[in-house]
């Protein structure tokens, strides 16, 4: 391999993946200034090298707050979460989405 091409290789490795969320996307670029569903967020950071930290991000969503559908006995909602992490200087790091489904079953 060329030195270029294994550049260009390490590169291709750590480039975030493709976002999913489209729509989810545009809202975290631009400024919200409500919460159309309230959230806590706590992080915690691990120092792994001088240079390097290993964050890990929870968000918490209280169940009075989301709409549950029925089917089969079982109450399911589904929250899909986008989140983008920048720099100090302002450069996207990474970005992450998920979406978290909530089951709830019946109670006997």
Excluded at 11 to 33: M, T, W
Excluded at 81 to 99: C, K, L
Aim: net charge positive; with cysteine; proline share 6%.
């Amino acid at each position: 391999m060329q030195e270029f091409e294994r550049i260009e290789q390490f590169a291709k490795l750590q480039k975030p993946p493709a976002v999913k969320f489209k729509d989810l996307e545009a809202a975290v670029s631009s400024s919200i200034r409500f919460n159309t569903l309230p959230f806590k967020v706590q992080t915690n950071y691990i120092r792994i090298t001088e240079s390097t930290v290993l964050t890990t991000v929870t968000i918490l969503i209280d169940r009075k707050d989301l709409q549950f559908t029925q089917k089969d006995n079982v109450a399911k909602s589904t929250v899909n979460i986008f989140g983008r992490i920048t720099s100090i200087a302002g450069r996207v790091v990474t970005t992450f989405e998920d979406p978290a489904v909530i089951e709830v079953p019946p109670i006997c």
